[in-house]
């Protein structure tokens, strides 16, 4: 009787509660927030604008001033958005940034390409915030040439800030 009646009060929720389906649309809009996609270690803040439903680019800007460890990370990514639903979007992405890095000796010099799959997600009711997570592959170099996997959380890959 117990099971019954939790079900019973959950179907009825489910039926009286209106479906708040609403496609979220960030053509136009400029988003703004941060990142940790820059291989030199350094948090980047970045900004997003959707051009179309289709594509979007964003930029990547990360400085540090540390004597030991600081450096600058610049770069420009390109997203090409593959799948819509209401509140998620799956993208593949191309990011190429220049980076530094300060070492106890000398400051290095490099560069870093990624390519990866990923998606951005919203709550209901607060479609202003995007938080997206990416997985895919990196290319850098600093003091030598790496590829590797990469996979970034929705923390890690960004959080952006819609305008209204």
Request: charged share 20%; proline share 2%; glycine share 12%.
């Amino acid at each position: 009787m117990k099971q019954f009646l939790i079900m019973a009060i959950i179907t009825l929720t489910y039926i009286i509660t209106p479906c708040t389906y609403a496609d979220v649309d960030h053509t136009g809009k400029l988003g703004i927030g941060l990142t940790d996609q820059l291989a030199n270690g350094l948090d980047g803040l970045s900004f997003k604008i959707r051009k179309s439903r289709s594509t979007a680019f964003g930029g990547v800007l990360g400085l540090s001033t540390k004597e030991i460890g600081g450096g600058i990370g610049a770069g420009l990514k390109f997203y090409r958005y593959l799948i819509e639903e209401p509140y998620l979007n799956f993208y593949t992405s191309a990011f190429a940034a220049f980076i530094t890095r300060k070492t106890a000796i000398e400051t290095q010099t490099g560069f870093q390409v990624d390519i990866t799959l990923g998606s951005e997600f919203h709550f209901p009711s607060l479609e202003s915030i995007g938080f997206s997570f990416e997985f895919g592959a990196s290319m850098n170099k600093l003091d030598e040439f790496v590829f590797e996997t990469v996979g970034k959380s929705f923390v890690s890959a960004g959080i952006h800030f819609y305008d209204i």
